[in-house]
């Protein structure tokens, strides 16, 4: 299983060098941190949703495993997304001196999804083992909504016409929320 973490590490970071730095305005002195963190937080989210697909098919080893790389994945980009928070990297994000609703509400849903995906980490139960796996998921996507979303709709914007990673990673966290939505049962028939 980590050589299937390798390869979807490899291909986020594949399309973040090509979105960003081939067909975007963004240079190569940003990849260390800035491109990196893009595939990272994509990464997070592709190993949630592989979570979601070994949850359906009950195989609790492997979801351990893509809960765990997601996990880690994700704290990762936390910390990179912290070391670069600035008006230069996120404008969006920022007003004059302080920053704006949008950002705001970008970091609020970031922290609470990060403070589940801790949760998780601490709870054995598996019935609010799963109510987090939703909540985190839920708080991923309005995190992603928030940050993403008006780029979204600006399809001549896309750089090379690709999508936004927070739109594809939006699409992954969906299809994660609803399958950890189901009740296992619910897979059977």
């Given at each position: 299983?980590?050589?299937?973490?390798?390869?979807?590490?490899?291909?986020?970071?594949?399309y973040a060098i090509i979105r960003y730095?081939?067909?975007?305005?963004?240079?190569?002195n940003n990849l260390p941190i800035y491109v990196l963190n893009k595939s990272l937080s994509m990464t997070a989210v592709f190993c949630l949703m592989m979570a979601g697909i070994c949850y359906a098919k009950k195989e609790i080893n492997k979801v351990k495993f893509w809960g765990s790389t997601s996990l880690q994945s994700a704290y990762v980009h936390?910390?990179?997304?912290?070391?670069?928070?600035?008006?230069?990297?996120y404008p969006k994000f920022f007003a004059i001196e302080k920053m704006n609703l949008?950002?705001?509400?970008?970091?609020?849903?970031?922290?609470?999804?990060?403070?589940?995906?801790?949760?998780?980490r601490q709870i054995r139960s598996d019935g609010a083992h799963r109510f987090l796996q939703i909540f985190?998921?839920?708080?991923?996507?309005?995190?992603l909504v928030a940050?993403?979303?008006?780029?979204?709709?600006?399809?001549?914007?896309?750089?090379?016409?690709?999508?936004?990673?927070?739109?594809?990673s939006f699409v992954l966290t969906i299809i994660s929320l609803v399958l950890f939505s189901k009740k296992q049962e619910e897979f059977s028939k």
């Open positions: 299983m980590s050589r299937k973490y390798a390869l979807i590490l490899a291909c986020t970071t594949l730095i081939v067909f975007g305005h963004v240079s190569t936390i910390l990179l997304s912290l070391a670069i928070l600035s008006k230069d990297y949008t950002g705001e509400i970008t970091i609020l849903f970031g922290v609470l999804a990060a403070y589940c995906y801790w949760l998780l985190s998921c839920v708080f991923i996507t309005l995190h940050m993403g979303f008006s780029g979204w709709l600006k399809v001549s914007g896309w750089y090379g016409g690709l999508p936004p990673i927070s739109l594809l």
